[in-house]
């Protein structure tokens, strides 16, 4: 089925939510999600069909762009659909005139990792004990993207 990467509109926010809770260990707030887009935000959804299958939030300011959330609803996830929200969350930064983009993510999440990696991420730094997760913390991993 074909697939469409739109910005985020308030009609996709139910959906959002929905998956927000499902997809993340540690999700966002209800409020974080539904909060009204600043202008350096760069918040976009995938759907398919009329089906919201994936969201990222993002933002941009002065050529410096930060990947802050990325999720793909559980049971559409290993299908490809991360990539093709990050490559049009690049190519929408791309458009806007981003120079990097910048994101932290998990030491334990590989599957993110090894998305970020793929389409061209660099690991650059890591900050200790910086995500709580069940038992204890965890490191985040700084990774960046240099836009061409
Ligand atoms: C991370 C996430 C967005 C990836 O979306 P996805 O649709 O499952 O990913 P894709 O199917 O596009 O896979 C893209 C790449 O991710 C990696 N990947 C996907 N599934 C994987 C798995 N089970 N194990 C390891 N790597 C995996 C691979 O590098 C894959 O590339 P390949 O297919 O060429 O090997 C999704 O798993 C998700 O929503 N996770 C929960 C939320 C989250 O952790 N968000 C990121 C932190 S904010």
Redesign the pocket.
Known sequence: MSHNIVSLAPHHLDAVWQIEQH??AFPWSESLIRQTPSKIAVNLALEVGQQVV?YCYGQLVAGEATLL????APE?????????LLDGFIDRLTELGAEEIWLE?RAS????Y??YE?VGFNEINRRYGYYPTATGREDALIMTYLVL
């Not at 959330?69 to 793909?72: C, E, L, P, S, Y």
């Not at 559409?76 to 093709?84: A, E, V």
Request: glycine share 16%; with cysteine.
């Open positions: 997809a993340h994936g959330n990325i999720a793909v559409c996830q290993g299908k490809g659909y991360g990539k093709i993510v999440n590989s599957r993110a090894q998305l793929s």
